[in-house]
C-alpha cells in the first residue's frame, strides 16, 4: 500500500462540519513513518498491514468501531503493548527516522520521548507537583528551581495552571474527573516528549471538562505531534488536522479531516461517518 | 397453598435458618468473652506489669512474659513481612502470569493454613536442635514463618487492586518496574499493606504451638535472645493447666491481655481498610 500523502490537493476547499480544526496548511514535517506494520495478540492479528505518515505539529484523531485496532496502533507507537505477554509487533514505526521496534530500543527511553495519556485519569498518590515533576524527577539531574518552572509551564500548556496554583501540595486524587486529566497530560508533556499519545483522553470526563481539554490539545499542537484516539466523531472533527479511519485492524481511509468527514473516498468510511454502523 | 405464597414461605424458612446460624456463631463470641472477661478482670492488677511470674503457690505478675511476646513478635514481624511483602510484589508485579508464581501462590496458601505446631517442630529441627538449646531467636523464626503467607497474600492482594492504569502511567513516562513499585503503587497501596502487617501481628502474637519447641518459657526476667524466653501463650498454656489458684488468674489475665491486643490490632487494621476505601472513593 503507498503512504497517503499527508498534505491535502490545493484545491480541495477544506471545511469540516464542525469547523473548529485550523485548516491544514501549517503542518510540521513528517514525525512518524510506519511501514507494513502487522500486529499479533497471541494468535490473533488485529493489525493489518498498516503504513501511514503523520506529520509534526499536527492532531491526528483515529476513528472507528470498538475493537478495531485503534487503540493497539497507539499503543504501539510506544511499545506499551510489551508490558503485556504473548503480544507482538512486525514492521517498522519510526519516530524521527530511527525504528522504535527494533530489539536494540530502550523502551523506558522511547516512552521518554512518547508521551501517553490514558481514558481514565491516573493521578500518582502523591500531590499535584509530585505528579507533574514525576518523569522529569526519574531523568534524574534538575535543579529544584528548574523542576518547579517546568511543572508550571506544563500546567500553563495543558490549562489547568490556575485551577490548581494554590493546590500544588494537594492529593492530585482529590482533583475533580477532568482537572485530574488535564494534571495527567500535564505530567506527560512536563518532560517534553516528541510524540503525545492520548487514547480516549475524555471518554470518562463530563462535556465541560471535555471541552477544556480539546482546547488544550488545540494549544499543544503548535509544540507537538499529537495522536488521539476517539469514540466521538464529533471531537476527532472539532480538535484534528487528520483523521484516520481504522476498521478491522486496517487503516481504511486517512487524510484531512475536512475531507474525511464531507466526502470520504472510501465507501466504510462514508458508513460509519454517518452512522450506518459502528 | 399458592405458588406466591409457597415462596414466600421458602423464604421465611431460609431467613430463619440463616438468622439462627448468624445469632449461634454471636452468642459462642459472646460467651467467650464474657468468661474471658469475669475471669480476666479478677485477676488485672499492676502487678501483673511490674513482677515476673511467680513460683506456684505465690502471686506475681506477668511482665517477663509480656516482654517475651512483645519482643519475639515485633523480631518475627520484622524478619517474617520483608520477605512477604516482597515476595508478594513478585507475584503481582513481575511474574503475574508465570508457572513460577503459581507454584508460589500454591506453596503460600498450603504454608498459610499449616498447622503452626508443624511450623514449631520445622525451626525445633532446623535451629533448636542444631544450636542446642531452645532460644527466644528460635521463637522469633518460628513467627516470622506464620507472618510470612499473611504479609505475602495481602501484599498481592492489595497491589493487585491498584488501577493498572496507573502502573501503564507510570511505565509510560520511561520508569522502569522497580521505580514504579517503590514510587507509586507501594504509596497506592500502603494502608492495605500496614493492614497486612497489622493482621500478621494479630495472627502471631496469640501463637502457642511455635513457641512451645523454639522459646520454650522461661520463670525469670531475661532479654537474652540466645536462651530461652517467657511468653505470655506459653505462660497461659502452663499456668491455666496447673492446680494453682494463682496461676490460674495469670492465665486468665494473660488471656485477656492477648486478647484486647489482638482486638487493638484488628480494630486498627479496619480502619485502616476503610481509611484505604474513602481515599479511593474520592480519587475519582
Known sequence: ??????????????????????????????????????????????????????????????????????????????????????QRAEGEVLIGGADILAPTVDVAELRYRVGMVFQKPTPFPMSVFDNVAFGLRLAGGIRLADLKLRVESALRDAAIWDEVKDKLQADGRSL????????????????????????????ALDPIST????????ALREKY??????????QAARVSNVTGFMYMGELVEIGPSGQIFTSPQQRRTDDYITGRFG | MSRRS??????????????????????????????????????????????????????GGLLNAIYGSAV?????????????????TYLAEYGRSSRLSAVIRFINDVLLSAPSIIIGLFIYEIVVVRMGHFSAFAGALALAVLAIPVTLRTTEDMLNLVPSGMKDSSAALGAYPWRTTLSVLYPAARSGIVTGLLLAISRISGETAPLLFTALNNQFWS?????????????????????????QDLAWAGALIITATILVFSISARVLLALLQAERGSGR
Open chain 2, 72 to 88: 519475639m513478635t515485633l523480631l518475627g514481624i520484622l524478619i517474617g513481612s520483608p520477605i512477604g511483602v516482597l515476595a508478594g
Open chain 1, 1 to 86: 500500500m503507498i503512504p497517503h500523502s499527508l498534505k491535502p490537493p490545493k484545491h480541495l476547499k477544506m471545511r469540516a462540519p464542525t469547523a473548529s480544526a485550523e485548516p491544514v496548511t501549517d503542518l510540521g514535517p513528517p514525525k512518524i513513518e510506519i511501514r507494513a506494520l502487522n500486529f499479533f495478540y497471541g494468535a490473533v492479528q488485529s493489525l493489518h498491514d498498516i503504513n501511514m505518515t503523520l506529520a509534526d505539529r499536527s492532531i491526528t484523531a483515529f476513528i472507528g468501531p470498538s475493537g478495531c485496532g485503534k487503540s493497539t496502533l497507539l499503543r504501539v507507537m510506544n511499545r506499551m503493548y510489551a508490558l503485556y505477554p504473548n
Open chain 2, 223 to 247: 532479654t537474652d535472645l540466645d536462651g530461652p524466653m517467657a511468653n505470655l501463650p506459653v505462660v497461659i498454656f502452663q499456668f491455666a493447666l496447673s492446680p494453682y489458684k494463682e496461676w
Open chain 2, 6 to 59: 409457597l415462596r414466600k414461605f421458602k423464604n421465611g424458612v431460609f431467613l430463619t435458618l440463616s438468622l439462627f446460624a448468624t445469632l449461634t456463631g454471636l452468642a459462642c463470641l459472646a460467651a467467650i468473652l464474657w468468661t474471658l472477661l469475669s475471669h480476666g478482670l479478677a485477676g488485672m492488677s499492676w502487678h501483673l506489669f511490674t513482677q515476673m511470674t511467680p513460683p506456684p503457690g505465690s502471686s
Open chain 1, 225 to 234: 505531534c499529537i495522536v488521539v484516539v476517539t469514540h466521538n466523531l464529533q
Open chain 1, 211 to 218: 471541552l477544556r481539554v480539546e482546547e488544550t490539545l488545540q
Open chain 1, 176 to 203: 475533580s474527573g477532568g482537572q485530574q486529566q488535564r494534571v495527567c497530560i500535564a505530567r506527560a508533556i512536563a518532560v517534553q516528549p516528541e510524540v503525545l499519545l492520548l487514547d480516549e483522553p475524555t471518554a
